[in-house]
């Protein structure tokens, strides 16, 4: 079925419905994807695509793929502050 830019909704934990995308993306971005082995063990990634270099993750089992800013603007991710160096003036 890859190939056919079907989505499929999964609950990536905390309520937070995500779209997977399968086949080629549309634009150039950053994309979160999802690699399944032949062993059937499967795990997530980080992957830039654009349309003349494909995906810079040189993966053949890629599956499906997620924009990575939608993922960032549908959870509650914040900034680690308290891991920020002190400001020294």
């Known amino acids: 079925m890859a190939g ?50 494909g995906w810079s993750l040189k993966d053949d089992n890629i599956i499906a793929y997620i924009p990575v800013i939608d993922l960032l603007r549908n959870s509650k991710v914040v900034w680690p502050e308290h891991l920020m160096p002190e400001h020294k003036e």
């Open 4 to 53: 056919m830019g079907f989505g499929i909704k999964k609950d990536l934990g905390r309520g937070i419905k995500m779209e997977w995308q399968s086949g080629t993306p549309k634009k150039p971005d950053w994309y979160v994807v999802a690699i399944l082995y032949n062993n059937g063990l499967g795990i997530f990634g980080c992957a830039n695509w654009d349309a003349d270099h």
